[in-house]
């Protein structure tokens, strides 16, 4: 049983899992689903979902990682006045590449993009239709001993302007750290 607010409901879902290394260069390969019975906690009520997720893992050099993930999920809710009540259909791919140059140092470029469709009408309160968003950042590393790493890093976050229909820029940063473990 799942509490959305005041009320609590039942559930009735089901998962598959499926997990193999084929070889190599292509390490893991996943794919995962969830099915059945899902709540809207938005609007308080029962609904019937599906999501997917597919993900890899590539080692075409000993040096070079590449992940990639991909997630679809829906839902859709009861409405007696609609045959197709699709509340949203939500997505996100990433992108991490790695590359190691030494076992002192690497550096990460992660690539993330995002999007909800929802029907407005299907809601309670007021929500867009539709979201688009996509966050960039790179990452470099290196180890100076063996407690002690120096972290540069930049990341870029975008967000869809209804007016323009353009990623806008929503925040960037610029970043310096340096991680030391301290002993007694």
Same mark, same amino acid.
């Given at each position: 049983?799942?509490?959305?607010?005041?009320?609590?409901?039942?559930?009735?879902?089901?998962?598959?899992?499926?997990?193999?290394?084929?070889?190599?260069? +292509?390490?893991? +390969?996943?794919?995962?689903?969830?099915?059945?019975?899902?709540?809207?906690?938005?609007?308080?009520?029962?609904?019937?979902?599906?999501?997917?997720?597919?993900?890899?893992?590539?080692?075409?050099?000993?040096?070079?990682?590449?992940?990639?993930?991909?997630?679809?999920?829906?839902?859709?809710?009861?409405?007696?006045?609609?045959?197709?009540?699709?509340?949203?259909?939500?997505?996100?791919?990433?992108?991490? /590449?790695?590359?190691?140059?030494?076992?002192?140092?690497?550096?990460?470029?992660?690539?993330?993009?995002?999007?909800?469709?929802?029907?407005?009408?299907?809601?309670?309160?007021?929500?867009?239709?539709?979201e688009k968003d996509f966050g960039?950042?790179? /990452? +470099?590393?290196?180890?100076?001993?063996?407690?002690?790493?120096?972290?540069?890093?930049?990341?870029?976050?975008?967000?869809?302007?209804?007016?323009?229909?353009?990623?806008?820029?929503?925040?960037?940063? /610029?970043?310096?750290?340096?991680?030391?473990?301290?002993?007694r």
């Amino acid at each position: 049983k799942i509490r959305a607010g005041e009320q609590v409901f039942p559930r009735h879902s089901g998962n598959a899992i499926v997990q193999f290394s084929p070889s190599r260069v +292509i390490n893991q +390969i996943n794919v995962e689903s969830h099915f059945g019975q899902e709540i809207d906690f938005d609007n308080e009520r029962l609904g019937h979902g599906f999501s997917l997720v597919l993900s890899a893992n590539v080692r075409p050099t000993d040096h070079l990682s590449l992940s990639f993930n991909a997630s679809r999920r829906f839902l859709d809710v009861d409405d007696p006045q609609r045959a197709n009540s699709r509340l949203f259909t939500a997505r996100v791919d990433r992108v991490r /590449l790695t590359y190691t140059f030494t076992a002192r140092s690497f550096v990460r470029v992660i690539g993330q993009w995002g999007q909800t469709t929802r029907d407005p009408s299907l809601y309670v309160d007021e929500v867009d239709a539709r979201e688009k968003d996509f966050g960039g950042s790179a /990452l +470099i590393a290196y180890k100076l001993n063996w407690q002690t790493v120096l972290f540069l890093g930049y990341g870029d976050n975008r967000a869809l302007a209804e007016d323009t229909d353009d990623l806008q820029p929503t925040d960037r940063s /610029l970043f310096i750290k340096l991680s030391y473990a301290f002993q007694r």
